[in-house]
């Protein structure tokens, strides 16, 4: 088996086991590992090789034997036992728009229902309305849900896509009257690179009349519930937007709610549960029967729980209330605190603007220093420059720097392919003219993971390489990444002192967020870059900042958060780094 396969065989246990009522801590210890494995940067079959499955977070020695089950018989026990009394086809009823595990269990105990087509007979047939806390309403609403997921799927989409929706339908409702407090929650808030759907919070005393406009948006395909202070619909596009409205006094839980994770909240009830209390969206309850505590901000609910503030891009359990706890919670690098944009393109390669027209927008938007990277030779679809016109462009780089005068700098720069065979786009001496050389793979992504991973070595392994950008050459939601040893090329980067892209891009995101926070755990720095190609795209750099607070990194591990001196002074090092190796 492969990771991929190990993985989905954890998640879909994840689900079963939320289908039988098993504790909660069970279920999402199994969805950890399924995540942990997908995500894993080696092979699974060689972790386990070498010993290493429980250095994997979220495993520990149980799981590594049930990893190790898998990988030497083809199966596992635990879930062929578990098959026997929960189907594994019932967790795609999951995928339904209104049925959740307790009712997916409730469906298949009373009508043996086992899969999608029977719940879709049944519904039909009017047997659902009969059920306790059903009726035809929930029947209809059921219905719709599986009419939506024939047309739309339930495919994640890329942030990227979400975000300015959410925004833009959330814009709409925040001119309401009486509206004092806006926010997209759920895993957009948390910057997660792939969205399910979208969850709009707004504060106010009065919801009917932000219910009507909501449910009629021009956005708004149908209506799939409408109640006093939720309502969900479906866009045109498939995707799910839910909106709740409370009132100001209860604005922090209920962002803290319904930002997420599940598994950071329920690390917060646990807290609750231990001082008394009981947490939901509305507020705090006391067991003694003392008043309700109400809170106004985030903020406030978290000291309710003797905690700091914990940004929404941490909030995934991946350490933090422990960190929050011992007071170790990682100061995180924050969006005003980026001075350069290190990889973008001009109209030289495959760009929309000038060089000055670049340099001029960067600066306006608080950049001290950038690097022009337009593609290199062997990339002829995006236009890539020649070593001629390569050192043409040096001039206009040049020309550029004298017009915006002494307090900003521009470095001339590539982005050079790291071609098929593993070789580099321009000769050493080509590359020893330019003040920033990027590496990165565009093409034969599909090789086999050493022959993938040996290129991006090739590179780091360079003294003229300074960065490797979106290293995975990902599309997210289009294209998949190459098969990397991801672990390998950090080490090495951290040996070489060779830089880690964060790119900003949403439909790239790359490194991810996983990869970000072992890059930390190394002493590997990293730059968040927005690629841009024309002055809107550097308008991106919030999603590569959210990533980068994902993946725990602080602003002294982000080199376009250093001054220009500190930067070339770590670029002057990489090739002492190799001598010393």
Request: overall charge negative; glycine content about 8%; some cysteine.
């Amino acid at each position: 088996m492969n990771n991929r396969e190990v993985a989905h065989t954890f998640a879909t246990i994840a689900d079963m086991l939320a289908i039988r009522g098993d504790n909660i801590h069970r279920a999402l210890a199994y969805r950890r590992a399924a995540e942990a494995i997908q995500d894993l940067g080696q092979d699974v079959n060689q972790v386990a090789a070498a010993g290493k499955l429980t250095d994997i977070p979220g495993i520990g020695q149980t799981l590594a034997d049930k990893i190790k089950e898998m990988l030497t018989t083809g199966h596992l026990t635990f879930y062929d036992k578990l098959a026997q009394e929960i189907p594994p086809s019932l967790v795609g009823l999951l995928r339904v728009d209104g049925i959740g595990p307790k009712r997916a269990r409730q469906l298949y105990e009373t009508l043996g229902i086992t899969n999608l087509d029977e719940l879709a007979q049944a519904a039909q047939a009017g047997k659902l309305r009969e059920l306790p806390k059903m009726g035809a309403k929930s029947e209809a609403k059921i219905l719709q849900g599986i009419a939506d997921l024939e047309k739309h799927g339930d495919e994640r989409i890329p942030l990227g896509e979400a975000w300015p929706l959410a925004q833009e339908m959330l814009a709409t409702l925040a001119a309401i009257s009486g509206v004092t407090q806006t926010a997209v929650a759920g895993s957009a808030r948390r910057m997660r690179e792939t969205v399910h759907d979208i969850d709009l919070l707004i504060a106010a005393a009065d919801a009917a009349p932000i219910m009507d406009a909501f449910v009629s948006l021009p956005q708004v395909e149908s209506v799939s519930g409408r109640g006093p202070t939720k309502s969900s619909v479906t866009l045109v596009n498939g995707l799910q937007v839910d909106l709740r409205v409370l009132p100001a006094d209860r604005w922090g839980t209920l962002l803290l709610y319904f930002t997420g994770s599940k598994a950071h909240n329920v690390r917060l009830r646990e807290l609750a549960l231990k001082q008394g209390l009981s947490l939901n969206e509305y507020g705090f309850t006391p067991a003694d029967g003392r008043p309700e505590i109400l809170c106004a901000t985030e903020e406030e609910a978290y000291q309710t729980l003797g905690l700091p503030y914990i940004l929404p891009t941490l909030r995934e359990d991946r350490g933090e209330i422990e960190a929050a706890l011992s007071g170790a919670l990682p100061d995180v690098i924050r969006i005003e605190q980026i001075v350069s944009d290190l990889h973008m393109h001009t109209a030289w390669s495959d760009g929309k603007l000038s060089v000055l027209e670049m340099a001029t927008a960067a600066k306006a938007r608080g950049c001290q220093y950038i690097a022009i990277t337009d593609h290199s030779a062997s990339l002829g679809i995006a236009h890539g420059l020649s070593v001629e016109r390569l050192r043409q462009q040096a001039e206009k780089i040049r020309q550029a720097n004298e017009a915006l005068g002494p307090d900003f700098r521009i470095l001339h720069g590539t982005e050079m392919e790291i071609k098929a065979d593993g070789a580099l786009d321009y000769p050493d001496e080509v590359l020893a003219e330019l003040d920033f050389v990027i590496a990165s793979l565009h093409v034969s992504l599909k090789q086999p993971r050493e022959q993938a991973t040996q290129r991006i070595l090739n590179a780091i392994h360079n003294p003229h390489v300074d960065m490797i950008a979106h290293p995975t050459g990902r599309l997210i939601g289009e294209r998949p990444p190459a098969d990397l040893d991801m672990e390998t090329i950090l080490q090495a980067a951290a040996e070489t002192g060779t830089i880690m892209e964060v790119n900003a891009n949403p439909h790239r995101l790359d490194l991810k967020d996983i990869y970000a926070r072992r890059a930390m755990e190394l002493g590997v720095k990293i730059a968040i870059n927005t690629d841009a190609h024309n002055a809107d795209q550097f308008d991106l750099l919030h999603f590569g900042v959210g990533t980068a607070q994902r993946g725990w990194a602080t602003a002294v591990n982000v080199v376009n958060a250093w001054p220009l001196a500190q930067l070339l002074a770590w670029l002057q090092e990489k090739p002492k780094n190799l001598t010393r190796r």
